[in-house]
């Protein structure tokens, strides 16, 4: 058990009785009472998301998962296939248990699958990737890194980041993908 001031996006949590993995985590400093912390989580068995709001001093129990590591295959009509990288074996999941995550992962990508009760729940990417820029506005000559201004980039894998202005089409970029930002590019920072 830990205080709710502790969750952060991706965790699972124990929520009424069931696992829930957190998709947002805002935490809300109020001038008078207790602080809130605003969640929006999808229930992994059931699919369905809710939005609630823990106090500060909530406790709140972790849901214990297993990881095994994975290798992603393709897409199929919704469903997106792995293999388990110790058995071979195949199986798939529905775009609601990796629709957060799967814009940051391309095909032979290993990841690691979260299992709860024996029971593929969802993915956790590497923690950085490297994708290519397939369409932005084109760069700005002169633009620095150290500039605040950036423009949308649409990735190969259908994702859509902001990066700075001298990023240009077919451009390699680093991506975080716990908070989905641009980091630098492969080899030059």
């Known amino acids: 058990m830990f205080t709710a001031t502790q969750i952060r996006k991706g965790m699972i949590i124990l929520h009424n009785g069931e696992p829930h993995r957190v ?5 809300t400093v109020r001038g008078r009472g ?8 999808r229930n992994v068995i ?10 500060s001093d909530d406790k709140v129990e972790q849901v214990e998962i ?6 992603y295959l393709y ?9 388990d990288m110790e058995s071979f074996d195949q199986f798939s999941l529905e775009r609601r248990e990796v629709e957060e995550v ?8 290993r990841v690691k699958g979260d299992f709860y009760e024996g029971k593929c729940i969802g993915i956790t990417p590497p923690n950085s990737v490297h994708l290519k820029v397939v369409e932005t506005e084109p760069a ?7 500039g605040n201004v950036t423009k949308p980039a649409k990735l190969e894998t259908g994702l859509v980041i902001q990066v700075p ?11 975080n993908t716990s908070s989905g930002d641009y980091q630098g590019r492969p080899g030059k920072g």
């Open 140 to 146: 700005i000559k002169g633009a620095t890194a150290s």
């Open 23 to 27: 998709l947002i985590f805002r935490f």
């Open 165 to 175: 202005m001298f990023v240009s089409q077919d451009d390699v970029v680093i991506v």
């Open 34 to 41: 207790s602080n809130q912390i605003f969640c929006k989580m």
């Open 102 to 109: 799967i814009g940051y992962v391309l095909p032979n990508t």
């Open 75 to 83: 897409e199929d009509g919704g469903h997106y296939w792995f293999m």
């Open 46 to 55: 059931t699919g369905s998301s809710a939005e609630y709001r823990f106090r």
């Open 66 to 71: 297993d990881q095994m590591e994975l290798e």
